[in-house]
T-cell receptor, first 113, second 114 residues
Framework: KQEVTQIPAALSVPEGENLVLNCSFT??????LQWFRQDPGKGLTSLLL?????REQTSGRLNASLDKSSGRSTLYIAASQPGDSATYLC????????????FGTGTRLQVFP | NAGVTQTPKFRILKIGQSMTLQCAQD?????MYWYRQDPGMGLKLIYY???????DKGEVPNGYNVSRSTTEYFPLRLELAAPSQTSVYFC?????????????FGPGTRLLVL
């Protein structure tokens, strides 16, 4: 059974720092891995989607990497800003017919001025 | 496009009451999903549907029912509310199971069962 773990559970950093969020998964047979952002009281917004054949994806100040063989992904946020404060969730899509996502428990990020 | 919409935003239920959480999408997506998110936890799949008239159980289906009579709507029914069903419920949709597709999420329904 696929399990997804995120470390750390919470992170508080001053504005401007570069930071790394970690995601690990137990079954390497995945189609892809996604990183989502969740703001308090809101739904999830997809940030980056990495296919199983890819090593990384970039969008602006965000860079996500994928090492499928070791069951790991990292989300790198450059030059963090207070507006980056949110919970970040990673999710993997397994190789079945349902398009189901298995989510990690999230990292709650606070960036203070 | 409104995307994925959910109603109500917040609801308090007494133990044993029933209610239906509404979900609609206007993107003509075939796939729709219901997740629940407990405090400090990730999302867990309750039920999903791959098209009108087709539904299937996810990880945590007990205590819930769904129906999918049209492409647009995917309501979630709680028949006998229990405190363990206190959670935030998210509906999501996607066009297909193509691996390049992301799922689009609604804003959530916060449910409190007392």
């Amino acid at each position: 059974k696929q399990e997804v773990t995120q470390i750390p559970a919470a992170l508080s950093v001053p504005e401007g720092e570069n930071l790394v969020l970690n995601c690990s998964f137990t079954d390497s047979a995945i189609y892809n891995l996604q990183w989502f952002r969740q703001d308090p009281g809101k739904g999830l917004t997809s940030l980056l989607l990495i296919q199983s054949s890819q090593r990384e994806q970039t969008s602006g100040r965000l860079n996500a990497s994928l090492d499928k063989s070791s069951g790991r992904s990292t989300l790198y946020i450059a030059a963090s800003q207070p507006g980056d404060s949110a919970t970040y969730l990673c999710a993997v899509r397994g190789r079945d017919n349902t398009d189901k996502l298995i989510f990690g428990t999230g990292t709650r990020l606070q960036v203070f001025p | 496009n409104a995307g994925v919409t959910q109603t109500p935003k917040f609801r308090i239920l007494k133990i044993g009451q029933s209610m239906t959480l509404q979900c609609a999408q206007d993107m003509n997506h075939n796939y729709m999903y219901w997740y629940r998110q407990d405090p400090g936890m990730g999302l867990k799949l309750i039920y999903y549907s791959v098209g009108a008239g087709i539904t299937d159980k996810g990880e945590v289906p007990n205590g819930y029912n769904v129906s999918r009579s049209t492409t647009e709507y995917f309501p979630l029914r709680l028949e006998l509310a229990a405190p363990s069903q206190t959670s935030v419920y998210f509906c999501a949709s996607s066009y297909s199971k193509l691996t390049q597709e992301t799922q689009y999420f609604g804003p959530g329904t916060r449910l409190l069962v007392l």
